[in-house]
């Protein structure tokens, strides 16, 4: 099994920069691919990045894409967002997840989940 936990998130202004970071314990971290996704209370969960098991493929989703970066350290079982010219349309829980496929997508049925960090961005 792999335990995930989030941290990072906070209230921020638009055009700030903010990094999360995902922090991963139990089965070797270096045999899933990684992801975050958001989710605003009503709405369905979003795609945001995804990072495949070596670290070299990255994808995002077009609404990030530019501004967001994800990346990963296997030696410290670690993943990290970061998050540059944040918008008021990026304010959600940011959750953080574990993936043995790719792609990843929305739909996709993630293994482990992290509990959520939330990321607020003032106008």
């Known amino acids: 099994q792999v335990q995930l936990v989030e941290s990072g998130g906070g209230l921020v202004q638009a055009g700030d920069s903010l990094s999360l970071s995902c922090v991963a314990s139990?089965?070797?971290?270096?045999?899933?691919?990684m992801a975050w996704f958001r989710q605003v209370p009503g709405k369905e969960r979003e795609f945001v990045a995804a990072?495949?098991?070596?670290?070299?493929?990255?994808t995002y989703a077009d609404s990030v894409k530019g501004r967001f970066t994800i990346s990963r350290n296997n030696a410290k079982n670690t993943n990290s967002l970061q998050m540059n010219s944040l918008k008021p349309e990026d304010t959600a829980v940011y959750y953080c997840?574990?993936?043995?496929?790719?792609?990843?997508?929305?739909?996709?049925?993630?293994?482990?989940w992290g509990q959520g960090t939330q990321v607020t961005v003032s106008s």
């Open positions: 997840a574990a993936v043995t496929q790719w792609p990843v997508s929305a739909t996709t049925k993630c293994d482990y």
């Open positions: 139990g089965r070797t971290f270096g045999s899933y691919a």
């Open positions: 990072i495949t098991r070596s670290g070299v493929t990255t």
